[in-house]
């Protein structure tokens, strides 16, 4: 009893396959936007990967990029099996292949089934990397001349202008550490050994942010210096200044940005996994050919009822098993005998 | 003596008419893509139209646009031309037009050159431009609380980090603006009273600079305040502290940015300018040489084509005559308006059949 049987005649196959070929082209479009999505995704991870220590892990977008490959070649090749499919002789030489063609594809929406979860959920991995890097950021601000941490000032700095942030879950995140270099600071000022003897681990402590916190759309001067001092700044009160420095967090920014582009990434590798279901379904009803080419012809998804089938594949496995085992035995027996 | 002559086989005629069918679609691209680069270059333009006094630049990118969509028409009218041009029976009702679609095509070209020529020439009125409308900016930088200009902060400041400039030529011009705002002075401070008495203009001057002209990629934190005072900071010397801030000027920035902008677009409106006269000249040789084998018992036998059916001088002296003779016709007295339409027709038929004469005779 085949499932889900339709009939076919010559008029009909050939709507059907001129269809498929179009839908395989379309496809490989498709995997191609998927393969530069893992570009775009990947280039994007490069740009920050100050920001997340270096250590952000580059399995999505690689797997992206290998997906699309993938997707491009599986579809090009259904595309060509589509275009020769009416005619027998040229359909003689791929029908053996079908099946095995068929299942690689069912394999493949899979895959890119596990892609679309992954994308979505290595967001978490990403936040992770962020806090940790934009720490780590804020610390080495000041090396300017450490090498290897050098550019670190003007990463974070280009950073704190280009996604309006500042600090790592908001400004005071600066007055924690020494953002100002030992060799800017004049040791023999006695406000400079007041401020660095005050604190246990003598780092010069200030209640103040560099300058790429300020924001540009504040109708007054930047107020970068002396924050928690009202008295320090005519009219101002710094619970209610709320347009001069950028009050988000850089973790918060960077993730928002990132998430927002992982999720579409998501949600695009998956709306075309369902759209690849679809057409595979398709694509098997095409696979029957009768002898005479002309006539009218059934075609349908399985030769026999699902049931049937998965009995008959667990039969096939099992009798494979046992060939191999048999195989070994015979193989040990002639061992024995000579 | 007609002017750069060519023998046209059917074959050849053919092959001309399909090559130029593809030539005027490409042409028509073409013409999209010059539309596209005056839309850009227009955008460009007006984005900074806050920092430009004036809009004299903005006609570059409108002759743009304008030719862009003009071109898209035009060639699209010599695709048909061609699809019609090997069938004898609706060649023939393109000739009205043609003439009308070579002066059109010239005029095209000639405005792409007067672009890109205006596009070095109104460098100068560009600087002028900005000159002012960046002085104004300065100037008026600290009016936030002012109707329609309190975005003048916001825009400079973004200019400034954008661009990776400061002050108009450089960053003394904040050194002779007072650009913090009087809201946000304290009148009854002595330093403050100090600064506004010490000039005649009762204005807060300041060696200071703003936020945005600090420059990220310096190893120094930034150094905005007492600029000019080298005790004011540990280890500073005005003279020699190169890289704290930023210390290419606006103008120049943008006019750089701006220049590069046409230099990058000046070839490719070049080129454009190549494919439109290809098409203008293989046109014509079209056009002559299907005429003159619809004039020929055999359509299929050989024909001429050529460029002009007389020299250059004479063409000119002949299209001089007909315009003076119009303009003629047109001051004629009223009375003898019933003869001369006459005269004129006669004048023209006479004309025609000199022109169809001259194609013929060498076919013959």
Request: aromatic residues 10%; charged residues 20%; neutral net charge.
């Amino acid at each position: 009893m085949p499932f889900m049987p339709v009939k076919f005649n010559l008029p009909k196959r050939v709507k059907l396959a001129q269809g498929l070929w179009m839908l395989y082209w379309f496809s490989v479009i498709v995997g191609i936007l998927i393969f530069s999505l893992g570009i775009f995704f990947k280039i994007e991870l490069r740009k920050r990967s100050e920001m997340m220590d270096n250590n952000e892990s580059h399995l999505v977008p690689n797997l992206l990029i290998l997906m699309g490959m993938l997707a491009c070649g599986i579809n090009t090749f259904g595309g060509k099996v589509c275009h020769d499919c009416l005619d027998p002789i040229k359909f003689t030489k791929w029908k053996p292949m079908l099946k095995m063609y068929l299942l690689l594809c069912c394999g493949f929406s899979m895959l890119l089934l596990l892609t679309a979860l992954l994308c979505i959920l290595m967001q978490f991995a990403v936040y992770l990397t962020l806090a940790e890097g934009l720490k780590n950021g804020i610390k080495f601000y000041k090396d300017t001349d450490t090498p290897g941490r050098c550019f670190m000032k003007r990463a974070l700095d280009l950073t704190q202008i280009e996604f309006r942030c500042c600090g790592n879950n908001n400004f005071r995140d600066w007055f924690e550490v020494q953002w100002i270099s030992n060799r800017y600071l004049d040791m023999s000022n006695d406000e400079v050994k007041d401020r660095v003897l005050s604190n246990v681990e003598g780092k010069y402590l200030m209640d103040s942010v560099p300058f790429s916190c300020c924001n540009p759309g504040s109708s007054r001067p930047c107020i970068q210096h002396h924050l928690t001092n009202n008295s320090a700044h005519y009219d101002y009160d710094l619970r209610t200044e709320e347009l001069n420095i950028w009050m988000r967090g850089c973790r918060e920014a960077l993730f928002s940005y990132y998430s927002s582009m992982m999720n579409s990434i998501g949600a695009l590798v998956f709306l075309a996994d369902m759209a690849g279901l679809k057409y595979l379904s398709t694509a098997l009803e095409t696979m029957v050919d009768p002898e005479n080419p002309e006539c009218e012809s059934k075609g349908w998804l399985l030769e026999k009822g699902i049931k049937e089938t998965f009995t008959e594949l667990l039969a096939k496995l099992k009798m494979l098993g046992k060939k191999t085992n048999q195989v070994e035995e015979g193989r040990d027996a002639t061992v024995d005998t000579t | 003596m007609v002017l750069l002559k060519m023998k046209f086989t059917q074959q050849r005629r053919v092959h001309l008419a399909q090559g130029l069918w593809l030539l005027s679609w490409l042409a028509v691209m073409c013409g999209a893509f010059v539309f596209c680069l005056g839309v850009y270059l227009k955008t460009e333009l007006l984005r900074r139209e806050e920092v430009m006094d004036n809009t004299e630049i903005h006609v570059v990118p409108n002759i743009l646009m304008m030719v862009g969509l003009a071109s898209v028409g035009t060639n699209w009218v010599a695709s048909r031309v061609c699809q019609d041009s090997l069938e004898g029976s609706r060649f023939p009702r393109w000739k009205v037009l043609l003439l009308a679609w070579f002066v059109v095509a010239a005029l095209l070209c000639c405005l792409l050159i007067a672009a890109v020529v205006l596009s070095y020439a109104l460098q100068g009125h560009l600087e002028e431009s900005l000159k002012v409308g960046l002085r104004n900016g300065i100037r008026f930088y600290k009016d936030t609380d002012v109707p329609g200009r309190c975005f003048q902060k916001e825009t400079i400041d973004r200019l400034q980090m954008e661009f990776r400039c400061c002050g108009n030529n450089n960053f003394r011009d904040w050194f002779e603006v007072q650009w913090v705002s009087n809201r946000y002075l304290d009148f009854t401070s002595k330093e403050v009273k100090d600064r506004i008495r010490s000039n005649v203009d009762g204005r807060y001057l300041l060696d200071s600079v703003p936020f945005s002209c600090c420059n990220p990629a310096s190893p120094r934190p930034c150094l905005q305040n007492h600029l000019t005072d080298n005790s004011a900071h540990y280890d500073y010397e005005y003279q020699s502290e190169e890289l704290n801030l930023y210390n290419r000027g606006c103008r120049q920035a943008l006019i750089d940015y701006y220049m590069g902008l046409m230099n990058s677009i000046g070839p490719g409106v070049l080129s454009v300018i190549l494919i439109q006269m290809s098409v203008l000249l293989s046109l014509r040789y079209l056009q002559t040489a299907v005429e003159g084998a619809m004039a020929l018992e055999n359509p299929e036998d050989d024909s001429e084509g050529y460029l002009l059916e007389k020299g250059v001088k004479e063409t000119f002296e002949e299209i001089k005559a007909n315009v003076l003779s119009m303009l003629k016709f047109r001051q004629v007295d009223p009375t003898s308006t019933e003869e001369s339409p006459e005269a004129a027709n006669a004048k023209k038929v006479a004309d025609n059949t000199k022109e169809k004469a001259g194609s013929s005779t060498p076919a013959s």
